[in-house]
Every structure is written in structure tokens, then in C-alpha cells.
């Protein structure tokens, strides 16, 4: 098919929109780059190219991806992807239209959107995805304040160090390490305090979705990975696994490196918020892992 083709068909697919059928929202640093690849490996499963559209409450859709779409411009791409990644960068208006024409590809199969930044949004923009995807299944990953929180600082530190991702896959190579220092330099940060409320977010967005929310703990994902993808596809409505199931066994996006006796000290550091975390995360969820006290 000539790649003016297959610009009709996505005009076409933008005259029939679908809204996603599952809505990932976190929390950051608690396997949601585990389930995209997860589940762009499955049967009866397609997600977009992007694994964090980051629609509801951003300014720059699309910007971040400009790179990208340069770099899909020049390989040897698929041409459908291709015109995704366009309309996905230099679509416009980035209205509600637009965003679900970012899910037409699909067709028949189970699509969604994994965006971690969803989690801390405000009331006003969760309204927004329910009156734009009014039965989505809402995926939300809660992972041990301790552990999301030293592993969060850690990423930010990372990045205020090494700035693009690809120097920070660089620096793993060099086997050089963070300093506890980094990471409590980065204890103010607003996108660290919002992310640290798995709590606030999992009540807020139940407020609006209600039993539409889904809530999953990493340490199962840890513990059986498979398993763990079963409960997650059978919530969606299409339980299925990947073809190739060691991918599942596959750790993504790892913390750069820090020494045990940093990870005591940034513990300590961050305990009175993680203690107040997990009495917050039992009272609205129940029962907790009993290793994260």
C-alpha cells in the first residue's frame, strides 16, 4: 500500500475514534514500562507507539516526541506507524478528537493508554477522561512508598545529573553510582510530592471511575510476573500473555546505581512520609503487603 493510502485510512480512522479501553495511571516507578511491553507483545493487544500520551492535564503533547518522529522519518518504519506518529506530534487541535483517533489503529483489539503522570491529577481533569472514555478499566499499580519513593529520587537525580535518557543508559555502563546527597536534593520536587500520594490519587480517580478502578500491588508483579499479568489482562476484559513469555522476566527501566548504605540513608530521610504513605494506602485500600512495614 503507497503511504498516501495509508494516509486515508488514517483520515478515516480520525471520522470513527475509539476511546481507549484501559487507562494506566501509575504510579511512576511501579511497572507501568513493564506492562507496555508486556502487553505490545500480546495477542488481541495494540498499543500505541508511545507508551505515555499524557493527554489529561499537559501543555506539550507531543513536543517531547518531536525527536522521535525525526528519527521514525528517516528508518525503515512501518508507514501506518509512521502517520500515527505524526498525527500524534503535529495533529491539531490536541482536543478530545484528537486524542481518540490516537487509538483507531487498534480496530478490534484492546488498546489503552499507559501515562504514570495521570495519577496526581486534579478532580477537574479525571472528569475530563471520564466524559471522554466513560468505560475504561483504570489500572493502578501501588508499589511500597520506600521503594517507589528511593527508586523515584533516584530517576530524578539521574536526570538532573545526565540530563536525555540515552546519557543516563550510558552512565549504567560506566558502573558509577548515585550519592545519597542526589537523591534528597530532589525531596521538593513537585512531580516527586504529587507521585508520592498513591493514596490520594487511588481515592480521587475511585471518586469519579468508582469500581471501574483496578488496584494492583508490585510486589505480586515481583513475585510472579505472569501471574501478575493474568489478574491485570483479566480486569482489562482480554485475558491473554505474550507470545514469547520470558520477556516478562525482563526488569525495564533498572535504578541507576547506589550503594546500600545511601539507600539506608535516603530510608531514613523519607520515613516520616513513607510511614504516613502506608497508613494512608490501608485505610483506602485495605490490607497491605505486611514486608513494607
Same mark, same amino acid.
Not at 543516563?168 to 558502573?175: C, I, L, Q
Not at 516527586?192 to 494492583?216: C, H, I, K, M, P
Not at 491473554?240 to 548504605?261: C, I, K, T
Not at 485505610?283 to 512495614?293: D, F
Given at each position: ?29 511501579? *511497572? ?11 495477542? *488481541? ?20 516526541? @518531536? ?23 503535529? *495533529? ?19 488498546? *489503552? ?6 495519577? =496526581? ?39 538532573? +545529573?545526565?540530563?536525555? @535518557? ?40 475511585? !471518586? ?20 501478575? +499479568? ?11 500473555? =505474550? ?13 541507576? =546505581?547506589?550503594?546500600? !548504605? ?13 510511614? @504516613? ?17
Amino acid at each position: 500500500m503507497l503511504e498516501q493510502d495509508f494516509a486515508v485510512v488514517q483520515a478515516a480512522f480520525m471520522e470513527m475514534p475509539r476511546a481507549p479501553d484501559f487507562i494506566c495511571i501509575g504510579a511512576a516507578k511501579a *511497572g507501568t514500562t513493564w506492562l507496555y511491553r508486556a502487553l505490545r507483545n500480546t495477542p *488481541g493487544y495494540r498499543l500505541p507507539p508511545v507508551k505515555e500520551l499524557r493527554y489529561f492535564g499537559q501543555k506539550d503533547i507531543g513536543d517531547r516526541d @518531536k525527536g522521535r518522529l525525526g528519527s521514525a522519518e528517516t528508518a525503515d518504519m512501518a508507514p501506518e506507524i509512521l502517520e500515527w506518529m505524526r498525527n500524534y506530534v503535529s *495533529g491539531s487541535p490536541k482536543d478530545d478528537a484528537w486524542y481518540l483517533s490516537l487509538f483507531a489503529f487498534a480496530a478490534d483489539d484492546i488498546t *489503552g493508554d499507559i501515562s504514570p503522570a495521570y495519577a =496526581p491529577l486534579a478532580p477537574g481533569f479525571i472528569q475530563q477522561a471520564k466524559r471522554v472514555s466513560p468505560n475504561a478499566s483504570i489500572l493502578m499499580f501501588v508499589r511500597n512508598p520506600y521503594e517507589r519513593n528511593v527508586s523515584h529520587l533516584a530517576n530524578l537525580a539521574a536526570r538532573t +545529573l545526565l540530563g536525555p @535518557k540515552r546519557q543516563r543508559d550510558m552512565y549504567h555502563k560506566t558502573g558509577a553510582t548515585l550519592t545519597a546527597d542526589m537523591l534528597c536534593a530532589e525531596q521538593t520536587a513537585p512531580i516527586f510530592l504529587r507521585q508520592s500520594q498513591q493514596a490520594v490519587a487511588v481515592r480521587q480517580w475511585r !471518586e469519579v471511575f468508582g469500581d471501574r478502578v483496578n488496584v494492583f500491588f508490585y510486589d505480586d508483579l515481583v513475585a510472579n510476573p505472569a501471574a501478575f +499479568l493474568d489478574k491485570v489482562t483479566c480486569a482489562i476484559g482480554r485475558q491473554s500473555r =505474550p507470545n514469547d513469555e520470558a520477556a516478562l522476566l525482563e526488569r525495564a527501566n533498572p535504578m541507576v =546505581p547506589l550503594s546500600q !548504605e545511601d539507600v539506608a540513608t535516603v530510608r531514613d530521610a523519607i520515613r516520616p512520609m513513607c510511614e @504516613k504513605e502506608i497508613a494512608d494506602l490501608n485505610s483506602e485500600i485495605g490490607p497491605i503487603p505486611y514486608v513494607w512495614n
